[in-house]
C-alpha cells in the first residue's frame, strides 16, 4: 500500500474523537449567566471563560449579568432556561449558602440543575488591623477568649459568604465575636483599614493586594499549603486549624435536562480553557487557582456544601433581615 494511503489511515482513529464531538452541538449563542453585577471574579472569570469557548467552539459565547437577592435571581434565570445547550450559569459559593438563607427557594440547587465543571480556587484569608497587635491566630483567639463578642468582624452582608466564612471560624475555635455587616466586602475590608473593624475573611483575591501593600496584616489562608501569591503567610492548618478550610469556588452549571453528550462536551471544552496561558495568567493575578472537575465530582461537592453551610447558618442562627 502505497504512503499516501497508509497515512489517512493511521490518522483517522485520533480523527474520531474529535469529529465525534461536533456532532449534536446545539447552534446559536451561548450565554453564560452570571447572577451579579459587573466587575466581581466571578464576572471576570466567566468572561475569561466566554472568549476561550468561543473560540474553540466557533460560536458566539456571551455572558448577561442577572445580580440580585445574593445570587438567586441569575440562578433562577438559568433553572427555568431551556435545556437545549445554549444557556449556562457561573457562579460561586453563594449558590451553596442561599439554601440555608432563605426558606423558599424558586428552584432547588440540587435538583434544578446540572453541574458541568468548577473553574477556578480561591483560599480564604484571614485580614487584621495591624493596630490590633495580634500577629497570628492564636493570640487572635486569645483575645477573643478574653472578650467574648467585643472583637468585630466585617463581612460583605448578612449570610454573607465571607459572613459566614467567619461564622465557620468561630464555630470550630469555640469563639464569640461582634459581625458589622456592610455593602459588600470591599467595604468591609476599607473598614479594617481604617481601624473601625478588627478583622475580616475574604477570597484571597479580595485581601492580597492590601496584604503586599502592609495595610493589612494577612494572619492566615486556607489550604494544604501556602497560596503561591503570599508565600510567607502560614496556612490554618500550620496555625493549629485544620477543620477550617474554607475556600471559595466558582463552577458552571446547566438547567436539568441538559443532553448528557452536550455536558460531557461542555466538560471537556472547560478544560481545555482553563489550560489557556491568558486564562491561567489571569486567575494567578486575582489570587485564584483553575481548577477542573468531573460533572460528578462537582455535583458531590455541591451537595456537600450546601450541607454545610445549612449546618452553619443553623448554628450561628443567622437570618436575613
Known amino acids: 500500500m502505497k504512503r499516501r494511503h497508509i497515512l489517512p489511515l493511521l490518522a483517522a ?4 474523537p474529535r469529529l465525534g464531538m461536533t456532532q449534536g452541538w446545539p447552534g446559536g449563542t451561548v450565554r453564560i449567566i452570571v447572577p451579579f453585577a459587573p466587575g466581581s471574579f466571578t464576572d471576570i472569570s466567566a468572561r475569561l471563560l466566554s472568549q476561550e469557548l468561543t473560540a474553540q467552539l466557533g460560536q458566539s459565547v456571551v455572558v448577561e449579568n442577572r445580580g440580585g437577592a445574593g445570587g438567586t435571581l441569575g440562578a433562577t434565570a438559568a433553572a427555568r432556561a ?10 460561586d459559593n453563594s449558590f451553596a449558602i442561599s439554601p440555608a438563607l432563605y426558606p423558599s427557594m424558586p428552584y432547588d440547587a440540587l435538583a434544578d440543575l446540572v453541574q458541568v465543571s468548577r473553574i477556578a480556587n480561591s483560599p480564604s484569608i484571614l485580614l487584621v488591623r495591624p493596630s490590633l497587635g495580634a500577629r497570628d491566630l492564636n493570640a487572635v483567639l486569645e483575645m477573643a477568649k478574653a472578650r467574648p463578642g467585643e472583637l468585630s468582624f466585617g463581612s460583605g452582608g448578612q449570610g454573607s459568604s465571607a459572613h459566614l466564612a467567619m461564622e465557620l471560624l468561630l464555630n470550630v475555635t469555640g469563639t464569640r465575636m461582634l459581625h458589622v455587616p456592610f455593602r459588600g466586602v470591599a467595604a468591609a475590608i476599607s473598614e479594617v ?21 502592609g495595610t493589612l496584616l494577612g494572619l492566615d489562608v486556607t489550604g494544604a499549603r501556602r497560596a503561591a501569591a503570599l508565600p510567607v503567610v502560614p496556612t490554618f492548618i500550620e496555625a493549629g486549624q485544620p477543620r477550617y478550610d474554607m475556600m471559595y469556588w466558582w463552577g458552571v452549571a446547566a438547567p436539568k435536562g441538559t443532553p448528557e453528550a452536550v455536558i460531557t462536551r461542555l466538560n471537556a471544552e472547560i478544560a481545555t480553557a482553563l489550560r489557556s496561558p491568558k486564562l491561567v495568567e489571569a486567575f494567578a493575578a486575582a489570587g485564584a487557582v483553575p481548577a477542573h472537575s468531573t460533572p460528578a465530582e462537582m455535583s458531590a461537592h455541591v451537595a456537600r456544601e450546601v450541607a454545610l453551610w445549612r449546618e452553619v447558618v443553623r448554628r450561628a442562627g443567622v437570618k436575613l433581615e
Do not use: E
Open 193 to 213: 483599614i481604617s481601624g473601625r473593624v478588627d478583622m475580616a475573611i475574604a477570597s484571597l483575591a479580595s485581601g492580597v493586594a492590601h496584604v503586599r501593600a
Open 13 to 16: 482513529p485520533f480523527l474520531l
Open 82 to 91: 431551556a435545556p437545549d445547550g445554549l444557556t449556562l450559569l457561573l457562579t
